[in-house]
């Protein structure tokens, strides 16, 4: 069964500073990754998608994330976070399979202080 | 385009009471669908999944059921709701090679 870590539950940043937040999943075959964003009051949007090809994904709002096999991770970046990245962030993994569930994370709270 | 509904919004219930939430798909067909559930301070739970018409999969043994009548129709339901069925729960989608739809989300608060 896949599973996913993200280590960081709660960050808190200042306007301008560097993100970076850990994930981590496990699984024994192909995996499909994803970063997910959740604004106060809002649904889940997507925030970029990896399935295959170029290991660094660019997705909106300036956030990018890397796929690194080896260390089975796909952290999330942005090097100059803003008040309005202040939501909640998920990672999330689907393997193979005819039903592709979703797995995610436990999520991390973002505040970014102004 | 593909669109996903989900409704109610919110919803106060109380103890033993049945629930039914509804999740419809529009501008696609065959779609994997999905329900979700979110609790306070915990990450999305998957409770429910299903390839097709009347194909349900379970993934967490607990008080709630689903069904798929229609090929783009996923409703979960209840026949006594308990306390700990509190949280948001969320309705996706999904096509090979596509990722995740999710919809709106309805509030359930189990008074």
């Known amino acids: 069964a896949q599973s996913v870590s993200q280590h960081n539950h709660h960050v808190i940043l200042s306007e301008a500073a560097s993100l970076e937040l850990g994930c981590n999943y496990s699984y024994g075959g192909t995996v499909n990754l994803f970063w997910y964003v959740q604004y106060p009051g809002q649904h889940l949007q997507l925030l970029l998608k990896y399935f295959s090809g170029d290991p660094l994904v660019k997705g ?7 796929f690194i096999k080896s260390k089975f991770s796909f952290n999330l970046r942005k090097p100059s976070v803003q008040w309005s990245d ?3 962030y998920f990672c999330a993994v689907s393997g193979g399979g005819s039903a592709r ?3 995610f994370g436990s999520g991390t709270q973002l505040t970014v202080l102004p | 385009s593909q669109t996903i509904h989900q409704w109610p919004a919110t919803l106060v219930q109380p103890v033993g009471s049945p629930l039914s939430l ?3 798909v529009e501008g696609t067909s065959n779609p994997n669908l999905y329900w979700y559930r979110q609790a306070a ?5 998957l409770l429910f999944y ?3 018409i009347g194909q349900i999969s379970s993934e967490v043994p607990q008080n709630l059921s689903a069904s798929r009548p229609q090929d783009r129709q996923f ?3 209840s026949k006594k709701l308990l306390l700990s069925d509190s949280g948001f729960y969320l309705c996706a989608w999904s096509r090979q090679n596509y990722g995740y739809t999710f919809g709106s ?3 359930l608060t189990v008074v």
């Open chain 2, 105 to 107: 989300g309805t509030r």
């Open chain 1, 101 to 103: 569930q979703l797995t």
């Open chain 2, 22 to 24: 509804e999740c419809t």
């Open chain 2, 75 to 77: 409703i979960l339901s």
């Open chain 1, 86 to 88: 202040t939501a909640e």
């Open chain 2, 41 to 45: 301070g915990r990450g999305l739970q």
């Open chain 1, 60 to 66: 909106i709002k300036g956030f990018e994330a890397e």
């Open chain 2, 50 to 52: 299903s390839v097709g």
